[in-house]
């Protein structure tokens, strides 16, 4: 089975500007998380979607948006881009049930000058 | 407030030996753990996982031992290859709720010395 896919693999923009980022789960998986790594706040959650749907959110303010299509592929939004959004954006894939390993793509990394 | 926490940044370990990675939590509704391997640049590769109602799985070299009452896991590799050079996070999960949200420590990058 093929894994995760993610692109663009590299991104730079400049503030003010937006992005768009794509996730392609493994084939069955209908449920897709994106997290976003820092240096300095590490490894954090962003949304869930499941079913087209948005299930579960963390704590990021409303620039950050997603959504998912009938495939279960998924886009992932950044609006008004802030220097601190430089990060590597991770999206992970998994069946969506309670217990499910997630599995994750290579990530997109974006640089925001 | 950090709800999972790996305490050690680094760890260096010669070739051979065992690795003991450690990991400790706060939240006492996370009830299902991983271990994910990471190189710079890549994304987390899955490891091994436990649920809360066993205390040690294992899956060749790698084991995985959780001690609820202390809120505690950790991972032993055995025996360490140069290969096993990568930086490890713990996660966590909980049962309702954001139950399919991970919570991420921050990291241990273990390096195996030939």
């Not at chain 1, 069955?28 to 949304?47: A, C, E």
């Not at chain 2, 050690?8 to 271990?35: A, H, K």
């Not at chain 2, 391997?37 to 060749?60: H, M, Q, R, V, W």
């Not at chain 2, 505690?72 to 949200?101: E, K, M, N």
């Amino acid at each position: 089975k093929a894994g995760v896919t993610q692109t663009p693999r590299y991104l730079i923009k400049t503030r003010g500007q937006q992005v768009t980022l794509s996730c392609s789960p493994i084939s069955g998986h209908r449920s897709v998380s994106w997290y976003q790594q820092t240096p300095g706040q590490g490894l954090q959650f962003l949304f869930e979607y499941f079913s087209e749907t948005q299930r579960n959110k963390g704590n990021f303010p409303g620039r950050f948006s997603g959504r998912q299509f009938s495939n279960s592929r998924s886009e992932m939004n950044v609006s008004t881009l802030e220097l601190g959004d430089s990060a590597l954006y991770l999206c992970a894939s998994s069946l969506g049930q309670v217990g499910d390993t997630q599995y994750f793509g290579p990530g997109t990394r974006l640089t925001v000058l | 407030d950090q709800q999972v926490k790996q305490n050690s940044p680094s760890l260096s370990v010669q070739e051979g030996r065992i690795s003991i990675l450690n990991c400790d939590y706060t939240n006492s509704m996370f009830d299902y753990f991983l271990w994910y391997k990471k190189y710079p640049a890549e994304g987390p590769t899955f490891l091994i996982s436990i649920s809360s109602i066993k205390d040690k799985n294992e899956d060749g070299r790698f084991t995985v031992f959780l001690n609820k009452s202390a809120k505690h896991l950790s991972l032993h590799i055995v025996p360490s290859q140069p290969g096993d050079s990568a930086v490890y996070f713990c996660a966590a999960s909980g049962t309702s709720g954001s139950a399919r949200q991970l919570t991420f420590g921050s990291g241990t990058q273990l390096t195996v010395l030939p």
